[in-house]
């Protein structure tokens, strides 16, 4: 499984950013899809999930103000990130996986990263 990111950008806070994550190469309705993020000199941290069937799972620090979502015809994930704050800047990257799901690191397919910058 391919996947590739985009959408990232510059925005101030309070704003709202749409990220994107195409994926290519398997069944994409079987898969599980994340977003991760890691901001400068920290750890890569959980964002969000999306099950295969559906159900959603959020870091709580996210909850209530991002909301991942899938199109299965158009083979791709998306992050919708509202009320953007300074500590939102980080490199966004998907993550796939055909078991793995969740706040789980063992994903099995990555892509790159997309630059989020949230300006105060």
């Known amino acids: 499984v391919q996947l590739q990111a985009s959408g990232g950008g510059l925005v101030q806070a309070g704003g709202s950013l749409r990220l994107a994550c195409a994926a290519s190469?398997?069944?994409?309705?079987?898969?599980?899809l994340a977003w991760f993020r890691q901001a400068p000199g920290k750890e890569r941290e959980f964002v969000a999930s999306i099950r295969w069937i559906g159900s959603t799972i959020y870091a709580d620090s996210v909850k209530d103000r991002f909301t991942i979502s899938r199109d299965n015809v158009k083979n791709t994930v998306y992050l919708q990130m509202n009320s953007l704050k300074p500590e939102d800047t980080a490199v966004y990257s998907c993550?796939?996986?055909?078991?793995?799901?969740?706040?789980?690191?063992?994903?099995?397919?990555w892509g790159q990263g997309t630059l989020v910058t949230v300006s105060s």
């Open positions: 190469g398997r069944p994409f309705s079987n898969l599980n």
């Open positions: 993550a796939a996986s055909f078991r793995s799901w969740g706040a789980r690191y063992d994903y099995d397919y």
